[in-house]
């Protein structure tokens, strides 16, 4: 009696996850090629220095369509990547506003994958 409002409650917060992780994968993927195309132009680095910041995150778009969640799990990790790699170019001097927003989308990304992923692994389960 009790498992049917609990399934639709995750179902829902599914829902609200996915959309969480579709806004912070387009919010860091916005501000890595604004930042890339920034820094392009002021002759700081070279056009494939912007595809190889982006690749990573572009590759995992089948898995966000087709809402694996193996694939998610991997997403996870890409963020925390992500946020070590903004957090190094602090430290080395070179923060701006774009990195620090860079390091919350980043954030924001690895932990609404992994919010995905528990939920979806607690909907996937055989219940008991």
């Not at 923060?95 to 994958?113: D, K, N, P, R």
């Amino acid at each position: 009696m009790n498992e049917r409002p609990s399934r639709q409650r995750d179902a829902g917060a599914l829902d609200t996850a996915r959309r969480g992780v579709w806004i912070a994968y387009s919010a860091l993927l916005a501000l890595l090629v604004i930042s890339g195309i920034w820094h392009y132009v002021q002759q700081h680095a070279q056009f494939a220095a912007l595809l190889v910041r982006i690749l990573p995150l572009v590759l995992f778009l089948p898995t966000l369509l087709m809402q694996r969640r193996r694939g998610h799990i991997w997403l996870t990790a890409l963020g925390v990547l992500y946020v070590v790699q903004g957090i190094m170019i602090v430290t080395k001097g070179g923060g701006s506003v774009l990195v620090g927003a860079e390091i919350l989308a980043a954030g924001a990304l690895a932990f609404t994958a992994y919010r995905y992923v528990r939920l979806r692994g607690r909907l996937d389960s055989p219940s008991a």
